[in-house]
C-alpha cells in the first residue's frame, strides 16, 4: 500500500487527515468527488511538487479523517474546507475540485476568495438532467446499498471496481480498496450522494457567486454507458458555466476520473494558475481548447 507521509489537523471539532508534498508560497488544495477520498489525486500530485505545495484530504466521515456525526450537507463540507484553508493559513491557495468536489469549491471560494479555481467535470447543477434527479439519486443509493453489502467479500470488490485498477497505479488501488470501497467507505459515499441531491435545488436557489479569480473549467468528452445519455448536455451546462464566469473552458479526452486518465492536463491547468500573478480579464469571454 502507498507510504505517504499525513497529519489529522483539527478542523471545528473533527479530526481531518491531509496529505501534503511539495513547496511554494501557492497552496493547492484538492476536493476530490464524491465516493473518492485523498487518493483520487495521485496521478497528479507528483507533478507540482516543483512548484505548488499540495493538500489532499479526506472529508470528514471518510477514509482517514474523523466522522461528523451527523451527515453533511455540501455547504457544510465546504465550510469544513473554509475552516481547514484558513488553519493551515496558506500565503496563496488555489481550489481544485473534481465532480460533485465542484460544487463544494466553488462555495468555498464565496469566502476564502483562492487565486483559482479549477474545476474537473463539475457537477453542473443548472442541467436538465437534474430537474428530477431525485428517483436517479434514490436508485444510485439502492445500486451502492447493494454493493456497501458485498463489500465484505474483498474479491467480489476487485471484480466491481476493476475500471479503478487500471486508472490507477497498484498502490492508491489497494488504498481505495481499503478505505473507499468498504462498507464505511460505501456508507459515506451513500451519504455524499444524498448531499449532492439535496444541493441542487439550494445550489439553484442560490447559486454561488462567481470567483473573482481565474477559473478552468475541464470537461470529459467520454462517459461509461450509464452515463453516456447525459455526457452532452452535462457538457454544454459546463461550457454555459464557463462562459457566464469567464472561465478557460477546455476538453479533456477522458471519461469522467479525468485526475487518473488526463493527470498531466489537470496539472498543467494547475501550473497556469499558480504562475499567473495578474487578475482575471474582465472581459468576460471564455476561452474553448481541444
Known amino acids: 500500500m502507498r507510504d505517504v507521509p499525513g497529519r489529522r489537523v483539527p478542523v471545528n471539532g473533527i479530526e481531518i487527515y491531509i496529505e501534503e508534498s511539495g513547496a511554494g508560497d501557492t497552496w493547492v488544495v484538492f476536493e476530490s468527488g464524491g465516493g473518492a477520498g485523498r487518493t483520487l489525486w495521485d496521478r497528479v500530485v507528483p507533478l507540482l511538487g516543483d512548484i505548488a505545495h499540495t493538500v489532499a484530504y479526506d472529508r470528514a ?9 451527523a451527515p453533511q450537507t455540501v455547504d457544510d463540507m465546504a465550510a469544513t474546507l473554509v475552516a481547514l484553508v484558513r488553519t493551515l493559513a496558506p500565503e496563496r491557495v488555489i481550489l481544485v475540485g473534481h465532480s460533485m468536489g465542484g460544487l463544494i469549491v466553488r462555495r468555498a471560494a464565496e ?14 447543477e443548472a442541467a436538465p438532467n437534474y430537474d428530477n434527479w431525485a428517483p436517479i439519486a434514490a436508485k444510485t443509493d439502492r445500486i451502492l446499498a447493494v454493493q456497501q453489502a458485498l463489500s465484505h467479500v474483498p ?21 481505495m480498496l481499503a478505505e473507499d470501497f468498504t462498507p464505511a467507505g460505501l456508507a459515506a459515499t451513500r451519504r455524499e450522494i444524498a448531499a449532492v441531491a ?39 451546462y459546463q461550457r454555459r458555466y464557463a462562459e457566464q464566469t469567464g472561465a478557460h473552458y477546455e476538453d479533456a479526452v477522458s471519461e469522467h476520473i479525468i485526475p487518473a486518465e488526463q493527470p498531466e492536463q489537470v496539472a498543467a491547468a494547475i501550473r497556469r494558475l499558480v504562475t499567473a500573478r495578474h487578475p482575471r480579464s474582465s472581459s468576460g469571454e471564455t476561452e474553448r481548447s481541444r
Open 61 to 69: 466521515g471518510r477514509g482517514r479523517s474523523g466522522s461528523a456525526g
Open 155 to 175: 474479491p467480489l470488490m476487485r471484480m466491481l471496481t476493476r475500471s479503478y485498477g487500471r486508472k490507477f497505479p497498484a498502490d492508491s488501488y489497494a488504498t
Open 111 to 124: 469566502i476564502l476568495a483562492p487565486a483559482g479555481l479549477v474545476l474537473v467535470d463539475p457537477t453542473p
Open 198 to 236: 439535496a444541493a441542487i435545488t439550494e445550489f439553484r436557489r442560490r447559486p454561488p457567486q462567481p470567483p473573482k479569480s481565474g477559473v478552468v473549467v475541464i470537461s470529459a468528452t467520454h462517459a461509461a454507458r450509464y452515463q453516456a445519455r447525459n455526457l452532452d448536455v452535462m457538457r454544454e
